[in-house]
């Protein structure tokens, strides 16, 4: 599909500057970022091309793919980049502003519900069945005390990520998982 | 001297003792060349007394042995089979003379250039080869003869063609080393192409802020005689004396009186493109060529004049006559020649996808003129079509560059100088977008990498990929392309195309290069000796190259090449006279006939028939190419050191005959 430049989106990239992509103008495609990206392989994630389609203002082909947030962000490339850009910034300020666009994966939400409400991005329930059963010593993490619980949401309630991440008070994590000391 | 020279002759009338080096050259010759075969074989040849091998042949341990071979075992003849005598012979021939052995007693042989490099695949044949050109470089080495260098007066003047930056550059310094300088420029000022920009990179200093000083420097220097308005028409002579004949075109003004007022500019009635601001204003027919012109003199364009005198009436000084038509010719000799004569730009129109017809599409240099105050616009960037301000401009790269359609050379300046563009409009003018379409960016100079940053920081936009097309779309311009990283097509909406049009050698360079009797390469420029080692010397002793006239160069290269060739040209004349190698053709006058076949023949016009009934030959002229020789039918002409007795027996020895 033929793109058309007219009158360049400049909204983007000022936002994701403000965002925390500071250094994103300094980029020059060298491609070091995504040579040793982990996910790129198999993924739609190319982060090289994500650079250069801030600069360029095309903000649906980013947004709309949604192929950002499948970033690790294991930081290789921000380490590596000789130019100091920043890829990962980049990723973690697009992805702000696509969430407050609304576009944010099924996956993400459910990440998100499951630390607001668990305390852990991925469900332990089986792991501490199976603790029991083998009578090693109960879990001590953020999901093992109310209490904690409680301090993660107030965190969360206290900035708009809530709102940002969809996350809803009525949330039933899945399978057969338990809210944590219910 | 005298002495130790007839002592020389006497040894050398002896039979030849011939020494056999033969050098490994790290594992540029070993590598594929078995050195222990050929040394062995090299003492089964006829005279020779000594062979020897070493790992680097050139460094001092192994010059050495070759002294100590020359005192201690007598050896009166030397072969060393090594690399090219392009870079190495003049080592050999200096260690040969700090031994008292005439330094033409000295035969190189390359088994490198010719043979291990290029049969490195295979070894056995390439063993085979270099033992058959050690055998024939022996061969005629036992029939060299000593010769003796000739001195040749040199003159302590030189000749500047094209008054630009590179040859203020160099003129400035020889004047300053105390030498006449002659400039010869063709247009109306000096200041070249440099004159015409507005900014240089990567500092952004004002180009007239730095040129326009040199330039004043230069009609102050009392050694530098400038001719401008001025073209060669005939170069004479050799090496330290030569004869030139400028033509001093006609200006219909008496430049003695001028005093650049500009009042006959204001009164002439005929208006005609302007060259200087390329041709999107007009000037005068009577005229000076800009602002700050060096001479500021006024100049009448004879092929537009309608001869109205109103010039004439109006100048107060009276320096103007309009009935003068003839041009004037200046003589004068000179010991050296530096050619500066810059380069032209390429014709966008070869490039029909580029649409260079529509006026909102414009090279680089046009924009450059826009931007510069003193031009068309004051500094404004305007749309030529409808005078209004554009709010995007792209730049395409490499047009008629790194093409094998126009030229396949890189023209080098363009990306830095498209940067520097994109980079000081978007300075003045933030809210214009720029897109630069590239296809490599080499921005390869101090400073230019961070040139190149600031120009993203201040958001300039880089698309990798060539433009395809041009094509209008109301009142706006859609530039198609591809965009390599991401993938697909793209099409930019703009108001303002900038071709970076490439670098190409300057009309008149064929002439040039025929009259000097200097080469050009594929690509159109003059060119050097050598492009590491020689890079401002040509094939004719004492005419020097500097300059865009080499090839594509940015300013801070084409000074420092312009101050490379009279650097050059200086220590040629500091002595005021130089040793020529004597490598020149000897008449023998009893056996010649005065046929005049050789005179004919000789491309450096170096033999001639003088009135006493004789052949002459210019030592200075000639250079020894042994034409004449081949060609004499009663073999009267004796080419020294490629004499027929020695070029016969290479030949026998590698064809295995009998002496």
Known sequence: MKIVLNETNKALVNKVIEYGGKRVYECFQCGMCASGCPVASDTDHKIKRTMHQVLLGLDEQILDKKAIWLCTTCFMCLERCPQNAGPTDVVFALRRISAENGIIPEAQIEVANNIYHLGHAVTVQKGITLRAKVKAPPLTTAGSDKKYILEIQKVVDSTHAGKLLKIKKDWKPKGDDVIACD | ?659
């Open chain 2, 1 to 659: 001297m005298a002495k130790s020279q007839s002592k020389k002759k006497k040894e050398d009338s002896s039979c030849p003792k011939i020494g056999v080096y033969v050098c490994h050259c790290g594992t540029n010759i070993a590598g594929s060349v078995n050195i222990e075969e050929v040394v062995n074989f090299s003492k089964t040849i006829e005279n020779v007394s000594v062979v020897r091998d070493h790992m680097y042949l050139c460094s001092e341990q192994g010059q050495n042995i070759i002294k100590d071979d020359i005192k201690k075992e007598g050896i009166n003849r030397v072969v060393a089979a090594c690399c090219s005598p392009r870079t190495h012979e003049e080592i050999f021939r200096k260690t040969l003379n700090s031994t008292n052995l005439n330094k033409y007693l000295y035969e190189q042989v390359n088994i490198r250039d010719q043979c291990s490099w290029p049969h490195f695949k295979d070894k056995e044949n390439a063993t085979n080869k270099a033992k058959q050109l050690v055998k024939s470089g022996v061969y005629r080495a036992s029939e060299l003869e000593p010769l003796e260098d000739r001195k040749l007066s040199v003159l302590k003047s030189a000749l500047v063609i094209g008054g630009g930056i590179s040859g203020i550059n160099a003129a400035l310094d020889l004047a300053r080393g105390g030498y006449q300088v002659y400039i010869v420029e063709r247009d109306p000022s000096i200041g070249g192409k440099m004159a015409q920009l507005d900014k240089t990179f990567p500092t952004n200093d004002c180009s007239a802020c730095i040129l326009a000083p040199m330039m004043v420097d230069v009609s102050n220097t009392p050694n530098i005689e400038l001719l401008t308005y001025s073209e060669i028409e005939d170069v004479s002579g050799h090496i330290g004396k030569y004869h030139v004949v400028v033509r001093k075109k006609q200006t219909s003004v008496d430049w003695e009186k001028c005093n650049g007022c500009g009042d006959c500019s204001i009164v002439c009635p005929v208006k005609v493109d302007n060259e200087f601001n390329c041709n999107m204003d007009k000037r005068k027919a009577i005229y000076i060529q800009f602002q700050q012109a060096i001479p500021m003199k006024a100049v009448i364009d004879k092929t537009k004049c309608i001869k109205c005198k109103l010039c004439e009436k109006r100048c107060q000084v009276g320096a103007i006559d309009i009935s003068k038509n003839d041009d004037e010719f200046v003589e004068f000799d000179v010991g050296s020649i530096i050619v500066t004569t810059g380069y032209d730009l390429f014709d966008p129109n070869k490039k029909a996808e580029y649409d260079y017809d529509h006026p909102n599409v414009i090279t680089s240099l046009e924009l450059e003129r826009m931007m510069c105050a003193s031009g068309p616009t004051k500094g404004e960037i305007l749309r030529p079509s409808d005078g209004r301000k554009p709010h995007t401009i792209s730049f395409i790269q490499c047009v008629g560059s790194r093409d094998e359609k126009t030229n396949d050379y890189c023209s080098r300046i363009c990306c830095t100088y498209s940067i520097k563009h994109a980079r000081l409009l978007k300075e003045k003018y933030p809210d214009i977008d720029m897109f630069i379409h590239y296809i490599d960016l080499r921005c390869f100079g101090k400073g230019y990498e961070e040139y190149y940053r600031m120009a993203r920081e201040k958001g300039v936009k880089f698309i990798r990929g060539r433009i395809s097309q041009v094509d209008s779309i109301g009142d706006r311009l859609e530039v198609s392309g591809d965009d390599d990283t991401l993938g697909e097509q793209i099409s930019v909406v703009a108001d303002l195309v900038v071709l970076a049009v490439a670098m190409e050698s300057p009309k008149g360079t064929k002439k040039l290069a025929n009259l000097l009797n200097i080469s050009t390469d594929k690509t159109g420029f003059f060119k050097e000796i050598h492009p590491k080692l020689k890079p401002v010397s040509t094939d004719s002793d004492g005419i020097f190259i500097a300059g865009a006239c080499q090839g594509p160069k940015e300013i801070p290269d084409a000074v420092s090449q312009g101050k490379a060739a009279a650097s050059a040209a200086s220590s040629l004349m500091s002595k005021g006279e130089i040793e020529i190698e004597p490598l020149f053709a000897q008449i023998i006058e009893d056996l010649c006939a005065r046929c005049r076949t050789c005179e004919s023949l000789c491309t450096y016009k170096a033999i001639r028939y003088t009135e006493e009934d004789k052949m002459e030959v210019d030592i200075a002229l000639c250079k020894g190419c042994g034409v004449c020789s081949a060609a004499c039918p009663s073999g009267a002409i004796k080419a020294n050191h490629f004499t027929t007795k020695q070029v016969r027996m290479q030949i026998l020895a590698l064809t295995g005959g009998n002496k």
